[in-house]
């Protein structure tokens, strides 16, 4: 309804322009009728009576299991579970998906506790991981057959619940490499159904599984402890700009992979500074095949996406400079730390932050162009919470805080003016017209 109202405002202001022929005012707005709506106080309700029912259902059925016949123990599942499923079917052929998505959650659901009450029977333990990915399957098939977002939000969650218990299962490996295809298809399925909150539980969920593939290789004396933040922090801004390039060519999904993989990136960038000299103490391990390998494949990303961007007109050459002049800082960092020593470790710090600043200024210039807004706020948080760490580090009487801030906001209205210097310059120079453009 938000989106409706100021899409009809921009259309009266667009008409009066003379941008919108007003024969097309309601072919617009009919259009926007006609698509699928957003969630509602009516929807949201009814998805939650589902997920209620579904857990009175398992309730019940758990208090009885004892005492019920193993035959109408299954019965009582599967008539539920089919009567959900026929009539989620049936509310979306009379046009009532509020009520369809709510029964087709509640399907799914009790798809779920079937499979756990079975294994229960059984005393399937080792495989109840397993019938939590069966779960994941059957619900994503139920999303993409109805079709129905809140089901594959349900995909999506219990698909990310799978890995991390199999990450932590002593009968399956240490790094759960079922869960990329596992991930890949419920990106797919997020992609076809138009899921913004199944992309936004996909997103973290990849940096937590990369974070666990790390941590198995510097618990296994694979990769140092500081190569792990490093490499951490390399794929996640290579996952940015690669993201971010994917939506540069308008693929859903990629505007949110890149937010929380820029995100990513920037507060690991900041917190890797905290703990060098204590990192550098307890595990200095620089030099391994696995963090060499990392950066390099992480760098030619950032260096062939980055001037990929700039030949589409998307970014600047001295943000893609500045990008793989990061990169190459980031990759570089446990090599300096190990060979500075503590008596130079001062000044390791003071490159650390002077590319980190060079960093998020290059990000926040490259928010003022169109639809990059995001990278802009978080190239500004980058810059305010490095300031304050500088600060803490740094001083401590009142007239140290007033040079500080004084030197600082000097330098940010500079930049500031000669932004709005080059702005103006660019717009307000127009060509020749009339017989000087012909000649």
Same mark, same amino acid.
């Given at each position: ?49 589902? @997920? !209620? #029912? %579904?857990?009175?259902?398992? /309730?019940? =059925?758990?208090? *009885?299991?004892? $005492?019920?016949?193993?035959? +109408? ?113 419920? @990106? !797919? #399925? %997020?992609?076809?159904?138009? /899921?913004? =909150?199944?992309? *936004?539980?996909? $997103?973290?969920?990849?940096? +937590? ?114 990008? !793989?002049? %990061? ?11 190990? $060979? ?100």
């Amino acid at each position: 309804m938000g989106y409706r109202t100021r899409l009809t405002d921009d259309l009266e202001r667009w008409i009066a322009a003379g941008w919108v022929e007003a024969a097309h005012r309601q072919a617009i707005l009919g259009d926007i009728a006609s698509r699928p709506g957003r969630w509602n106080a009516a929807g949201a309700l009814a998805i939650l009576g589902a @997920a !209620l #029912l %579904a857990m009175s259902a398992l /309730s019940f =059925v758990a208090a *009885n299991w004892d $005492a019920m016949p193993r035959l +109408v123990r299954f019965t009582t599942i599967l008539l539920a579970l089919w009567a959900s499923l026929l009539g989620a079917g049936r509310a979306f052929d009379r046009d009532a998906p509020v009520v369809g998505h709510a029964l087709a959650l509640l399907g799914a659901a009790l798809f779920g506790a079937a499979i756990m009450l079975t294994a229960q029977t059984f005393n399937m333990t080792s495989f109840r991981n397993t019938a939590l990915l069966i779960w994941a399957a059957a619900a994503g098939g139920i999303a993409l057959v109805l079709p129905s977002r809140p089901v594959l939000i349900l995909a999506t969650g219990l698909g990310a619940l799978w890995a991390g218990m199999e990450a932590f299962n002593p009968n399956a490996p240490g790094i759960v490499w079922a869960y990329l295809p596992v991930w890949g298809a419920t @990106a !797919l #399925l %997020a992609r076809r159904l138009g /899921s913004r =909150v199944s992309f *936004n539980l996909l $997103a973290p969920a990849l940096f +937590v599984w990369i974070a666990h593939v790390l941590w198995t290789q510097a618990a296994a004396d694979r990769i140092g402890q500081l190569e792990a933040l490093d490499a951490a922090i390399l794929i996640a801004a290579a996952i940015g700009l690669l993201a971010a390039w994917l939506r540069d060519q308008s693929i859903a999904g990629g505007g949110v992979l890149a937010a929380w993989a820029i995100a990513l990136a920037v507060l690991g960038a900041h917190l890797l500074q905290w703990p060098l000299d204590e990192i550098r103490e307890a595990s200095p391990g620089t030099g391994s095949g696995l963090h060499t390998a990392i950066a390099t494949v992480s760098l030619l990303v950032i260096a062939g996406i980055a001037w990929r961007r700039v030949a589409d007109g998307k970014a600047s050459r001295i943000a893609a400079l500045t990008y !793989l002049a %990061a990169g190459l800082m980031a990759a570089a960092i446990p090599a300096l730390v190990q $060979a500075a020593g503590p008596d130079l470790m001062i000044w390791v710090r003071i490159l650390i932050g002077a590319v980190f600043y060079a960093l998020c200024a290059a990000m926040i210039v490259q928010g003022t162009r169109p639809d990059q807004g995001i990278v802009g706020g978080l190239g500004i948080a980058g810059f305010v919470v490095q300031t304050l760490y500088v600060y803490a580090e740094t001083f401590s009487g009142l007239l140290d805080t007033a040079l500080f801030f004084l030197v600082g906001g000097a330098i940010l209205f500079v930049i500031s003016l000669a932004l709005l210097r080059l702005r103006r310059g660019g717009a307000a120079v127009p060509g020749p017209t009339g017989p000087e453009a012909s000649a």
